[in-house]
């Protein structure tokens, strides 16, 4: 049984957070987070988003701006994370979290809590790098940018926290369709999971996931944004073994 088969069955009953961070560097005990994005959804779609630059009291390294494109001026005049992260913990709640190269975006986090004297985060979590690692093995590159391409997902804002978190979610719900044609099961027209008579064959190629994105964005990504009333939970995250940070966040 794989670490992700509860979600074929769970997800029209689970509240979701993908989030991303854009950071000044990759050593989150050095290096502070400028920028958080989130978005929560669930089955029915898209709750609400959540965006903020975070002034980190440094200043941002020439190359990391090269990269995201966050300048000092941007950041002057933001609030420090004092001022973000007790809202950013009211906004995720007990969801389940969705990152790519979780333990990244976990770490920085939890060292951002550390600083304030508040407890690490201990919502469940789901890294899509790895999802996608055991939807689809022996791709050549794993990096979200890489996997976007591949399935046709749009970047409009590559490396801002809140379009990669979208871009994250996304990828997302590829690697559910997958999973979902893997263990046989579909979602029935009114939304909840059924499974059929005989198990549906799985994708023979990973460009064929590019159908089970549309389907399941019909389900998942609507434009409504409303109050989320819905039963919680969390788990403990562990760190993937496997886990290599690929690039700045």
Same mark, same amino acid.
């Given at each position: 049984?794989?670490?992700?088969?509860?979600?074929?069955? #769970?997800?029209? #009953?689970?509240?979701?957070?993908?989030?991303?961070?854009? !950071? !000044?560097?990759?050593?989150?005990?050095?290096?502070?987070?400028?920028?958080?994005?989130?978005?929560?959804?669930?089955?029915?779609?898209?709750?609400?988003?959540?965006?903020?630059?975070?002034?980190?009291?440094?200043?941002?390294?020439?190359?990391?701006?090269?990269?995201?494109?966050?300048?000092?001026?941007?950041?002057?005049?933001?609030?420090?994370? #004092?001022?973000?992260?007790?809202?950013?913990?009211?906004?995720?709640?007990?969801?389940?979290?969705?990152?790519?190269?979780?333990?990244?975006?976990?770490?920085?986090? /939890?060292?951002?809590?550390?600083?304030?004297?508040?407890?690490?985060?201990? /919502?469940?979590?789901?890294? !899509?790098?790895?999802?996608?690692?055991?939807?689809?093995?022996?791709?050549?590159?794993?990096?979200? %940018?890489?996997?976007?391409?591949?399935?046709?997902?749009?970047?409009?804002?590559?490396?801002?926290?809140?379009?990669?978190?979208?871009?994250?979610?996304?990828?997302?719900?590829?690697?559910?369709?997958?999973?979902?044609?893997?263990?046989?099961?579909?979602?029935? %027209? /009114?939304?909840?999971?059924?499974?059929?008579?005989?198990?549906?064959?799985?994708?023979?190629?990973?460009?064929?996931?590019?159908?089970?994105?549309?389907?399941?964005?019909?389900?998942?990504?609507?434009?409504?944004?409303?109050?989320?009333?819905?039963?919680?939970?969390?788990?403990?995250?562990?760190?993937?073994?496997?886990?290599?940070?690929? #690039?700045?966040?």
């Amino acid at each position: 049984m794989g670490q992700f088969d509860w979600l074929a069955t #769970s997800f029209e #009953s689970t509240p979701f957070t993908v989030f991303d961070t854009e !950071t !000044t560097g990759l050593e989150p005990k050095h290096c502070r987070v400028v920028e958080a994005g989130a978005i929560r959804f669930d089955a029915k779609g898209i709750k609400a988003r959540f965006n903020v630059l975070i002034n980190p009291g440094t200043p941002m390294p020439p190359e990391v701006t090269k990269i995201n494109g966050i300048t000092d001026g941007m950041l002057k005049g933001q609030p420090d994370a #004092s001022g973000v992260l007790p809202d950013f913990i009211r906004f995720i709640g007990d969801s389940v979290l969705i990152a790519h190269n979780a333990p990244f975006d976990i770490s920085f986090i /939890n060292e951002e809590l550390a600083r304030l004297g508040k407890p690490a985060l201990k /919502n469940r979590v789901i890294d !899509t790098r790895i999802f996608a690692k055991e939807m689809f093995p022996d791709l050549p590159k794993y990096a979200l %940018q890489e996997l976007a391409v591949r399935f046709g997902i749009q970047a409009i804002d590559a490396h801002r926290a809140e379009d990669d978190a979208r871009v994250c979610m996304e990828l997302f719900l590829v690697c559910l369709g997958r999973l979902r044609d893997k263990m046989g099961v579909q979602a029935s %027209q /009114n939304g909840a999971i059924a499974a059929p008579d005989q198990a549906m064959p799985a994708a023979a190629e990973p460009a064929n996931a590019q159908n089970e994105q549309k389907a399941a964005l019909q389900i998942a990504v609507k434009a409504a944004v409303e109050p989320d009333q819905e039963d919680l939970f969390g788990e403990d995250f562990a760190e993937e073994e496997d886990y290599i940070e690929e #690039s700045p966040e």
